[in-house]
Nanobody
Framework: QVQLVESGGGLVQAGGSLRLSCVVS?????????MGWYRQAPGKQRELVAT???????NYADSVKGRFAISRDSAKKTVYLQMNSLKPEDTDVYYC????????????WGQGTQVTVSS
């Protein structure tokens, strides 16, 4: 059973930084997984923050470009989200997603980690 465990969330002042981590367990195919970070506020839809393909290609939401950076470490089966120049509007629950794009396709989510940015 594939499990994703996020960590690194917390309370930070505006302008500060946090690094989120997502460890993937129960999978021997981490290198084949497309990984991503999403965020969701209460009553709102979950939205994409950043993704990284199995080959290392990255994609970012316009709102975080130039401030956030996603990366992955295959040896540690971990994906990271470095968040700099944080703004109060970045306050959300952040979720890690893993997607096996080859057949049979599968999607896995972590439990989420709270990020709160104070003004």
């Amino acid at each position: 059973q594939v499990q994703l465990v996020e960590s690194g969330g917390g309370l930070v002042q505006a302008g500060g930084s946090l690094r989120l981590s997502c460890v993937v367990s129960g999978s021997s195919i981490f290198s084949l997984l497309a990984m991503g970070w999403y965020r969701q506020a209460p009553g709102k839809q979950r939205e994409l923050v950043a993704t990284i393909s199995s080959g290392g290609g990255t994609n970012y939401a316009d709102s975080v470009k130039g401030r956030f950076a996603i990366s992955r470490d295959s040896a540690k089966k971990t994906v990271y989200l470095q968040m700099n120049s944080l703004k109060p509007e970045d306050t959300d629950v952040y979720y890690c997603k893993a997607e096996k794009v080859s057949y049979p396709r599968a999607i896995y989510w972590g439990q989420g980690t709270q990020v709160t940015v104070s003004s």
